[in-house]
């Protein structure tokens, strides 16, 4: 799931040349992983396979994504991408229910996935649903995420910002994106992921009724 796109409520900043350097050195990585993975399959791609197509050192590889895992996984939820999505949620209306704030910011994570990358969208979704080290990656990071952003759930609501209710609430949503990542994938990537994430949420507000 390119560096992470930006929400639309996001202004973008400039960038000076280090800073771009630096993004063009990442998605050469990561475009490198993308298409050697789709050839190879991701077991049968290495971290040296992908640095030598980038054409930059295996140690670039690693300053740059800790793990193979998270050459395909940079910008969902990942990678400096969180602490914009908590200043996306802190400017939400006051009297928003958690839930549709959470909806909106989903909805803009997804929607930036599918407007840079459609195609390495589905390649994710397809290694999220097949590769368990990938699976378990994602689920670390959002783990990461739901701990930065349920002290904010927790405050708009009113409770204390270690409130469990709010943390497992913000954890559970963050997982709807990852479940509907693996669903779609399972499907064939026929469905409308946007429609999906809303069932997936829509479940979280109403419960398992039928």
Not at 31 to 59: D, K, N
Not at 131 to 148: K, L, N, T, W
Not at 156 to 179: C, I, Y
Request: charged content about 30%; aromatic content about 4%.
């Amino acid at each position: 799931m390119a560096a992470p796109a930006r929400p639309p409520s996001a202004a973008p900043a400039a960038l000076g040349l280090r800073e771009r350097k630096k993004i063009k050195t990442r998605l050469a990585i990561r475009r490198a992983a993308c298409r050697l993975i789709a050839e190879r399959g991701y077991e049968a791609t290495t971290v040296e396979q992908i640095a030598e197509a980038a054409e930059v050192s295996p140690s670039t590889v690693f300053r740059y994504f800790p793990t193979k895992e998270d050459i395909v996984l940079t910008v969902v939820l990942t990678d400096g991408y969180d602490p914009m999505l908590e200043t996306a949620l802190r400017a939400r209306p006051a009297d928003e229910p958690p839930i549709e704030s959470l909806r909106v910011l989903l909805h803009q994570t997804l929607g930036a996935m599918f407007t840079e990358a459609p195609e390495e969208m589905e390649q994710r979704s397809r290694l999220l649903a097949e590769v368990p080290a990938v699976r378990a990656r994602m689920a670390e990071s959002m783990s990461q995420a739901g701990r930065r952003l349920a002290p904010v759930i927790a405050e708009r609501t009113g409770r204390d910002p270690a409130d469990l209710q709010a943390r497992v609430f913000t954890s559970a949503a963050l997982s709807a994106l990852q479940e509907t990542a693996v669903y779609w994938a399972e499907r064939g990537c026929r469905d409308d992921p946007a429609a999906l994430l809303d069932r997936a949420l829509d479940t979280l507000g109403r419960g398992l009724t039928l």
